[in-house]
């Protein structure tokens, strides 16, 4: 491998790593919050913000990576496109991981909770065959939830790539030699 190649791939995982640190102390500061009494409007609001913080410094922090890897590239677009995408799917990949063993091993109940209170507001409603599919759900969650987690966090920060890499570099100038 070139020494070009291996400082893009080196970069890419350490902001990777950055930007997944961010959503997990996220994951786990919402998680944290979830547990223990209803508290109701505040403990909602407290969530929305929280969420709200953190994609406002992935944002910015994935943008700041982006500006710093075009500025030493002589603000080459589809470079700094190829490397936000790389960051975002060594974030997803690390994020996903991460909430795969909390669900499995750190936290094996955390789906259990959630369909137990669902069954809960939902059991007037469904016929007892329609509530055993519901629980049988509950099993494959934590693979569902690996994927979904890997393919949204990489689609989100690819389509920030895509817009944040046009406005750092510019557009092409096909005039220009």
Do not use: H, Q
């Not at 700041?64 to 190829?82: C, Y």
């Not at 065959?129 to 890997?150: H, I, Y």
Request: with cysteine; net charge negative.
């Amino acid at each position: 491998m070139s020494e070009d190649k291996n400082n893009f791939i080196n970069e890419a995982g350490k902001n990777g790593l950055i930007l997944a640190a961010v959503a997990i102390i996220y994951f786990l500061a919402s998680a944290f919050l979830g547990k223990g009494d209803n508290g109701g409007f505040l403990k909602g609001l407290l969530g929305f913000v929280l969420w709200g913080a953190k994609f406002a410094l992935c944002i910015w922090l994935m943008v700041r990576f982006l500006r710093n890897f075009a500025a030493e590239n002589d603000k080459d677009r589809s470079k700094t496109f190829r490397f936000g995408t790389a960051v975002a799917l060594c974030s997803s990949i690390v994020y996903a991981g991460f909430y795969l063993l909390y669900v499995t091993v750190i936290d094996p109940g955390f789906f259990k909770e959630t369909f137990d209170s669902i069954a809960g507001l939902y059991s007037s409603m469904l016929t007892s065959e329609e509530m055993d599919k519901l629980m049988n759900m509950e099993s494959s969650m934590p693979t569902a939830s690996f994927f979904v987690n890997l393919i949204w966090c990489w689609l989100i920060g690819t389509v920030i790539s895509a817009i944040s890499s046009n406005r750092i570099c510019g557009p092409d100038n096909p005039f220009e030699e």
